[in-house]
């Protein structure tokens, strides 16, 4: 374990993954406002942080109803933790990882999405022998159709192949249809305002056209989830979505930082929580620093690290063990701490096995990162 709680800020073994607590119970109090404003439910995204301790305090402080998960695995590793409500907002391959998944369902309340029919049947069959199996004949899995967007990624192509598959749900033996996913992810990271809106006003249109399709084949849709940090605001106030999938907002990474409202501010107002802390452990020459958080310790996907309380300190490079540091000022000295604020948060959590969590310059807690390395 990097610290033990009750140490101070300089006694924390480098590199390790810090939470500014006050700021993280600000941003999970400021979500939960917003979603009640804008009266939808927040679904909060656990593939960010991967941790049961978050999850947990996200429904219990933060208003979220259940979390998503993008992976079996990691659905696995929070059911077994206590976080009982979870939505694989992902599409699932492979008899063996469905059976997996259908045996979650029989322990907590667990849905899946779905963009293909060969899955819908998939789903079905595992049910059934899992019903065989348990003798449980009440077993049902939900299962919500994921359509395209506009992300180009996972989801049906048009509107007519959302009603088929709704249609294939609907009647397949042990499944429930569920609802409609739609998650626009590219959208997420649209910095300028203005862009972000068209993109997703077309997102919405299309979304609101595919539940209307699905409604018209007789089939109730009164659940369409998705949204996220970067647009749950204009996603949740279209009265369209019912239900928000944001992560990020918790812990707020460089790159979001970057996206910006028509007031200028972040959406939400959430605020930097989350922090790699490093230290100097080479002063090679005038103007650099080196630090001991490499590519091992923060993921670099999207964008360097920004330096946190320091001004002219940058990042300007990362390999494996290291990141150097452009100081002209002359400011770090040998032994010195450093907060790095992650471009991405999600790969970066990934990284490390412990949260520090810190209040008043003293570690308050620790906390596991349930799910690391769960990607399958």
């Not at 939808?40 to 991967?50: N, P």
């Not at 048009?158 to 409609?180: D, H, Q």
């Not at 008043?360 to 769960?374: M, S």
């Amino acid at each position: 374990m990097p610290a033990r709680v009750g140490d101070l800020l300089a006694d924390i073994a480098t590199p390790a993954l810090i939470i500014d607590l006050d700021v993280f119970e600000r941003n999970l109090d400021r979500m939960r406002v917003h979603t009640s404003a804008l009266g939808v439910s927040l679904r909060a995204h656990a593939k960010m942080h991967k941790s049961a301790d978050i999850a947990k305090l996200q429904m219990s402080r933060g208003g979220a109803v259940g979390v998503c998960c993008q992976k079996v695995s990691e659905a696995e590793a929070l059911l077994r933790a206590g976080v009982g409500d979870i939505l694989v907002s992902n599409e699932v391959i492979g008899e063996a990882r469905v059976a997996r998944l259908v045996r979650l369902a029989a322990k907590g309340k667990i849905t899946v999405c779905a963009d293909h029919p060969d899955q819908v049947a998939a789903f079905s069959r595992a049910v059934m022998a899992q019903r065989a199996q348990s003798g449980n004949n009440d077993l049902i899995l939900d299962v919500l159709v994921e359509m395209d967007c506009g992300s180009r990624r996972c989801g049906t192509g048009s509107i007519a192949e959302s009603v088929t598959l709704a249609k294939a749900i609907a009647t397949a033996p042990g499944l429930r249809f569920a609802g409609l996913q739609s998650y626009y992810g590219r959208a997420q990271h649209i910095y300028a305002p203005a862009e972000r809106q068209a993109a997703l006003n077309e997102s919405i249109a299309l979304t609101t056209s595919t539940r209307d399709a699905i409604r018209a084949a007789g089939l109730s849709c009164d659940r369409v989830t998705g949204a996220g940090t970067g647009s749950f605001e204009i996603e949740g106030a279209s009265g369209l979505y019912t239900e928000i999938q944001a992560g990020s907002y918790a812990f707020m990474d460089a790159d979001y930082a970057k996206v910006r409202t028509t007031d200028g501010s972040t959406p939400g107002g959430f605020e930097h929580a989350l922090f790699v802390l490093a230290t100097v452990m080479s002063v090679p020459g005038a103007g650099r620093a080196v630090c001991d958080a490499g590519l091992k310790a923060v993921a670099v996907d999207s964008g360097l690290p920004l330096v946190a309380g320091t001004t002219g300190v940058k990042a300007i490079g990362v390999s494996d063990e290291h990141c150097n540091l452009s100081d002209p000022d002359g400011q770090l000295r040998l032994g010195a701490q450093v907060r790095l604020i992650p471009g991405h948060c999600d790969p970066t959590c990934n990284l490390h096995d412990w949260y520090v969590g810190i209040r008043n310059g003293r570690v308050e807690c620790l906390w596991p990162i349930t799910a690391r390395g769960k990607v399958f």
